[in-house]
């Protein structure tokens, strides 16, 4: 568990920087052979992009730097469990496994609502581990969702 909790700080770092620019602090890595090739954060905000999420910010850079679409070995690191079009992504990137932090209760596509990402029907399927740092990562969400909410009380 040590090295997934190594890329999950990774991670982290990244969805700190997207809560500094008053993002979901949501994270990504992608790691091959033990290297980070891409890493990301939400700026559906910055960009004004409903699908500027950390996995596919981060998925579409470590296709670019790598030169193929195909990351057959490669894995993703994400602090929140990707949601429909994510693990869509994700399978049709070919992500060898996908490991992440929070659940997320409301479009967690990775195990909490369903598990696309492992679905045999499709022609390609991704590893699983959930929960790596997932305290960590949940409180990230519930920290910043709570700030908002206690702004808009006092506005």
């Not at 994700?90 to 997320?104: M, N, T």
């Amino acid at each position: 568990m040590e090295r997934e909790e190594k890329y999950m700080q990774l991670a982290i770092a990244e969805a700190k920087k997207a809560e500094e620019m008053k993002e979901v602090p949501i994270g990504a890595v992608v790691v091959l052979n033990d290297k980070v090739v891409a890493a990301a954060h939400n700026k559906r905000e910055t960009d004004q992009n409903a699908v500027a999420h950390a996995e596919l910010l981060a998925i579409e850079s470590a296709c670019k730097k790598l030169g193929t679409w195909r990351l057959e070995e490669a894995e993703l690191y994400v602090t929140l469990e990707p949601c429909p079009m994510c693990s869509g992504a994700i399978i049709l990137s070919r992500v060898k496994k996908v490991v992440y932090g929070a659940s997320d209760p409301k479009a967690g596509c990775a195990g909490t609502l369903m598990n696309l990402l492992t679905d045999e029907r499709f022609n390609h399927q991704s590893e699983v581990i959930s929960g790596v740092l997932g305290e960590e990562c949940g409180r990230l969400l519930s920290d910043f969702f709570r700030r908002i909410r206690e702004k808009k009380r006092r506005s």
